[in-house]
C-alpha cells in the first residue's frame, strides 16, 4: 500500500521536530558557556537589551505563517528557559549546594554536633552587661543541661544611643564563665579585624542580620577555621542568604551553620516575620545546618515554645533563645528575653514534644 501524503507530511514533521530538538539542545549548551562567561566577568546573566534586539531581528525576518507576536511568544519561552538553565547550573557549583555536597555538614561544638541528627538548644542573654550577670546564666543553663550559650559583647543597634555592648571586655567575661561551668560559647563580630582576636575568646563566631551581606566581614570570617553562625538578613532572600554562607565557604570555612531569626514584612503582630519555610527549603538546598532563632523572629515570649517546636518539626537542627537574669532591667532587649523560671517552662514544654532528644 502506498504511503498516504498525510503520513508523508506527519513523517517530514517529525523529521523537523528532531532537528528542533538537535538545535534546541545545541541552543542550551552554548547558553550555558556564555552564562559561565558571564559569572567569571561578573555580569548579570539577564540582559534585557540584548533580549529585545534579538527578539526585534527576529521578527524582522519571519516571513510566515505565524504572526509577529507568536513568533516574540515563542522565543521568549526559549529564552526564559536558556535563563532558568544558566541559574540551575550556578546552583549546581556552589559549594554549600545539596547538589554540590550531598552528605550533610556536621559543626562540633564540644560534645554537641549541630547537624547531626540532634537538635540543640543555644540559649544566653542578648548582651553580655556584667561578670555575675553571665555567670548566673551560665549557671542556670548547665544546670538545665544546656551546653551552647550565647551572648553578645558588640551589639549593632538601631540608634546609636543604645547600649552597644562590653565589647573585647564582654569577649573575656564569657570566655571566663564559659572555661568555669565547660560551655560553649557563640558571640557576634562586627569588625573584620575583630575575627582573629575572637578566636581566642570564643567557640562560634555570629555573624548578625544586619552584617549578612557584610562581604569584607564574609571573606575575614572565611579565612579562619572557626564555626560561623550566619543570621539571616532583615530582608534577604533565601539565594542572597545562600550567597553570603558562600563567601566564606568559598575561602576555606566549611564550619558555617545558618540561622533563620525572622525577617521583615508589614505584619505588626511579631517583631519579625518568622519563615519556617526556609527551614526545610534550605534543608533542601544546603548541606549546612540550620538553626532557627525564636526570640528575635517574634519578640513574643508567649509563643516562643510553639515557634520552636514548629522550627523542630520543620526540620530545623536546633533553637536559640534569649535569657536573662533579670529581664526588666536589661539593657537590651529586655521585653523578650525569658528569666529563669520562663526559660524552664519553655525548654521543659520543647522537651515533652518530642521533638529535641
Not at 559549594?95 to 561544638?109: F, G
Not at 557576634?188 to 562581604?215: K, S, T, W
Request: with cysteine; glycine share 8%.
Amino acid at each position: 500500500m502506498s504511503e498516504t501524503r498525510l503520513e508523508k507530511l506527519r513523517r517530514q514533521l517529525d523529521g523537523v521536530n528532531q532537528a528542533l530538538l538537535t538545535m534546541l539542545s545545541e541552543r542550551a549548551e552554548i547558553a550555558l558557556e556564555i552564562g559561565a562567561e558571564k559569572e567569571r566577568q561578573g555580569v548579570p546573566k539577564f540582559d534585557p537589551v540584548r533580549e529585545q534586539r534579538m527578539l526585534k531581528e527576529l521578527v524582522a525576518q519571519n516571513k510566515g505563517p505565524f504572526d509577529d507576536d507568536t513568533i516574540r511568544h515563542l522565543f521568549k519561552q526559549i529564552f526564559q528557559a536558556s535563563l532558568k538553565i544558566q541559574q540551575e547550573d550556578h546552583g549546581k557549583h556552589l559549594l554549600v549546594s545539596r547538589k554540590r555536597q550531598e552528605r550533610n555538614t556536621v559543626v562540633a561544638l564540644g560534645e554537641v554536633e549541630v547537624g547531626g541528627g540532634k537538635p540543640v538548644m543555644i540559649a544566653g542573654p542578648c548582651s553580655i552587661e556584667s561578670y555575675e550577670q553571665v555567670r548566673e546564666v551560665a549557671a542556670h543553663l548547665k544546670a538545665s543541661g544546656i551546653t551552647v550559650m550565647r551572648g553578645g559583647a558588640f551589639k549593632p543597634r538601631t540608634s546609636p544611643y543604645d547600649f552597644q555592648g562590653l565589647g573585647l571586655e564582654g569577649l573575656r567575661i564569657l570566655k571566663e564563665v564559659a572555661d568555669e561551668f565547660g560551655l560553649q560559647t557563640i558571640s557576634e563580630i562586627v569588625d573584620p579585624a575583630h575575627i582573629e582576636l575572637a578566636c581566642d575568646y570564643i567557640d562560634v563566631i555570629q555573624i548578625g542580620a544586619r552584617n549578612m551581606q557584610n562581604f569584607e566581614l564574609l571573606k575575614a570570617a572565611g579565612d579562619v577555621r572557626k564555626p560561623i553562625l550566619l543570621k539571616r538578613g532583615l530582608a534577604a532572600t533565601i539565594d542572597e542568604f545562600l550567597h553570603a554562607a558562600e563567601y566564606i565557604v568559598s575561602r576555606g570555612n566549611t564550619q558555617v551553620m545558618l540561622i533563620e531569626r525572622g525577617i521583615r514584612t508589614y505584619e505588626k503582630a511579631t517583631r519579625n516575620t518568622l519563615d519556617i519555610s526556609a527551614v526545610p527549603i534550605l534543608k533542601q538546598e544546603s548541606h549546612l545546618p540550620v538553626l532557627v532563632d525564636v526570640t528575635h523572629s517574634t519578640g513574643r515570649k508567649d509563643i516562643l515554645a510553639p515557634c520552636a517546636k514548629a522550627a523542630l518539626a520543620a526540620g530545623a537542627d536546633g533553637v536559640m533563645v534569649e535569657v536573662h537574669p533579670n529581664p526588666a532591667i536589661a539593657l537590651s532587649d529586655a521585653a523578650q528575653q525569658l528569666n529563669f523560671s520562663e526559660f524552664t517552662d519553655f525548654y521543659d514544654d520543647v522537651l515533652r514534644s518530642g521533638l529535641m532528644k
